[in-house]
């Protein structure tokens, strides 16, 4: 008796809790085409409903998903063909990561192809960040991976900061994904996503219910102090050992304070998670932006004052309390801010500072104060190592360098979407966010052509007929189609065609040097006998100043010319590109020949810079110490 028939004989419930265990693979090509029986069986909707929800973890939204988990009638829901879209999806996506690995030709074109598929992207890519150390091309995968989930977290951050002026938005409400959006920049591969920041505060909010049933009855005050006293209670509020740890760079991030052990956050931090649990519980809550420290406010129900009377004049301004999370349990009186204010030299126009705070300029509020937490590390580039360092920029995941990075380019991301476009100041850093995004960050291209071009033809159009012409890195569309240029370029290949040529150009790609003036690592990714000839783009380091400039007249650099003037071509100098640890977003930083020091230890090579190697890449060969080349279409003898 062959096994199908053996199997006929068995009821439909044992089968369906036997395909419970089969991939849906081996589901759809070996179970369906036995025999008419089974293929229903096979396709019961509750089967592939229980498929789609352990095959993958994230789902864009439009598929709404969870709601369709929690509908009653979970039959109707084509949950099969559902599954099929996502696992092509997932066909596609490795299609396109491939071809990434093996050409540069339309890397960019296909790195944003895989990120316009959103979370429907991410379970695949969460696969690839983490393959295993056994693949040939390990570092590359595991880099271009995490480049394309990283653009897609940023993508869904700006759409956050894209609908915070829209005029069917309240100026007021979503406080929490705003402020979580900064936190999508140096999420990577953790699990802390806005999901996650909006159900930990909806936890929060439930936890207080459930441990204060009295709640419901509580005045608005009443509710407001006892939530206060609890979320500080829960040291959820505030930082130990403030005057060495303020301006440490997690504490200006929700999603960082509300996942630490320790929850550090700046006022403003604590303010918003004050607010964002008191709107859950029925209360109208906002943050103020006082100077210098950013308070809590609440205001009372429409017709009612804070302690649960009927307002004496329902035509009045309601009532307002003020609360600072970050330092007391208690109120603080309105009298005590404005002689704060007076105090701050803040004497005419101070009100302002008492009202509700808009959400934007919250958001602006806290980019100020990453970028204050930036620069600060910056000015501790001489205590690197140190402790203080070490804390100033250390974050839940990634790696500490590139994150600082990645927040100050989130700052100038959220600057430049919620302040309007109108303002004749918006372009204020424009010039310094292009440069930023095509030196480091070309991958969002998608974002910046679905977000900020049309922001920025809104910005052109308002000032006409006034409006001087822009180019270069003041034109969006001109950085765009840079960058579509360069990507569409077809490799230009170097050869070591003379015994002369390899003695004049001694290092070879994939060597890892230390620079023998400014101390810091780099890896070779690119070499010319002069400057011309290299990679495009390519940097010039501002304190490589031996470094001779493509403009610089050949007798300043001491080399020999003959009697007509011309440079000798066999006494060029010759210059390379690097990735380098001192400035980790900036991977063709030309070098001379003559800075480079081979070291041999690959003990001193940063992480952060082993990890970013995956973009020229393939993996590490300990053994000589030098990274396995996946650029030889550019440079195939080396």
């Known amino acids: 008796m062959t096994s199908s ?37 096979a396709n019961e909707p509750l089967l ?55 050409t540069r030709y339309h890397q960019l074109r296909n790195l944003q192809r895989i990120c316009q598929f959103g979370y429907d992207a991410k379970d695949f890519l969460l696969e690839q960040c983490h393959v295993d150390e056994s693949r040939d091309d390990v570092l590359a995968r595991r880099y271009y991976a995490n480049s394309a989930l990283d653009s897609i977290h940023r993508g869904m ?28 920049f140096v999420l990577h591969d953790q699990p802390q996503d806005l999901d996650y920041i909006l159900s930990t505060l909806d936890t929060l909010a439930d936890r207080f219910k459930l441990e204060h049933p009295e709640h419901e009855i509580m005045s608005t005050r009443e509710k407001a102090l006892v939530l206060n006293r609890w979320l500080r209670a829960q040291n959820l509020m505030g930082m130990e050992d403030e005057d060495v740890n303020y301006h440490n760079l997690r504490n200006c991030l929700i999603g960082q304070a509300l996942s630490d052990d320790e929850h550090p956050s700046l006022p403003i931090i604590s303010s918003a998670i004050f607010a964002s649990v008191a709107e859950r519980l029925g209360m109208s809550s906002s943050c103020c932006a006082f100077p210098s420290h950013v308070h809590a406010s609440v ?48 004497t005419q126009g101070s009100e302002v500072f008492l009202r509700a705070s808009p959400v934007p300029i919250i958001v602006l509020r806290t980019a100020a104060n990453i970028k204050a937490a930036t620069t600060r590390i910056q000015n ?29 380019y989130a700052s100038m991301w959220a600057e430049l979407m919620v302040k309007p476009a109108a303002n004749r100041h918006w372009d204020q850093n424009l010039e310094a966010f292009l440069h930023t995004f095509a030196m480091s960050w070309a991958e969002d291209a998608w974002i910046v052509r679905k977000y900020l071009l049309p922001r920025y033809d809104q910005f052109v159009a308002s000032q006409r007929p006034v409006g001087r012409p822009r180019t270069g890195w003041e034109n969006v569309r001109e950085i765009l189609n840079m960058l579509d240029n360069l990507d569409k370029r077809e490799a230009v290949v170097a050869r070591r065609y003379t015994q002369e040529m390899q003695t004049r150009v001694r290092y070879r790609i994939g060597q890892v040097f230390r620079h023998k003036r400014y101390g810091w690592i780099g890896i070779i990714n690119g070499w010319a006998a002069g400057s011309n000839g290299l990679p495009v783009p390519h940097y010039l380091d501002g304190y490589e100043d031996e470094v001779q ?40 930083l030309r070098v001379a020949q003559n800075s480079i020091e081979i070291i041999t230890n690959p003990d001193l090579i940063p992480e952060s810079l082993k990890f970013l190697a995956g973009k020229y890449f393939k993996r590490f060969d300990r053994k000589t110490c030098t990274f396995v080349s996946n650029i030889k279409e550019s440079y195939p003898d080396d």
């Open 299 to 346: 205001t009372a129900p429409p017709g009612m004052t804070l302690d649960g009377d009927e307002a004496k004049d329902i035509k009045a301004q309601p009532e307002i309390m003020y609360l600072n999370p970050y330092k007391c349990d208690g109120e603080i009186t309105l009298d005590e801010l404005r002689r704060a204010l007076v105090e701050l030299g803040w």
């Open 5 to 41: 028939s053996s199997l006929d004989r068995f009821p439909d419930e044992l089968i369906r809790h036997i395909l419970l265990y089969l991939s849906p693979e081996d589901n759809i090509l070996s179970v369906q085409p036995v025999s008419r029986r089974f293929y229903h069986i």
């Open 157 to 184: 951050a700006v759409e956050v900061w894209s609908k915070c002026y829209e005029t069917e938005t309240d100026p007021y409400s979503g406080l929490d994904r705003a402020l979580g959006a900064f936190d999508l």
């Open 549 to 588: 400039s493509p403009t610089t007249s050949p007798r300043s650099s001491g080399d020999r010319l003959h009697s007509d003037g011309q440079l000798r071509p066999q006494l060029a100098r010759v210059f390379y590109t690097c990735m380098s640890s001192k400035r980790p977003k900036v991977d063709r």
């Open 48 to 102: 592939w409903r229980y498929l789609c929800r352990i095959s993958f973890t994230f789902w864009n939204p439009e598929h709404y998903f969870f709601k369709k988990l929690a509908n009653p009638q979970p039959t109707t829901i084509e949950w099969k063909k559902l599954w099929l879209l996502r696992k092509r999806q997932n066909y596609l996506v490795e299609r396109l990561l491939n071809e990434i690995l093996t």
């Open 380 to 408: 501790l580039a001489d205590r690197a190592g140190e402790p203080i360092e070490v804390e100033a920029k250390r974050l839940r995941g990634g790696h500490p360098d590139i994150d600082v990075e990645a927040a100050k």
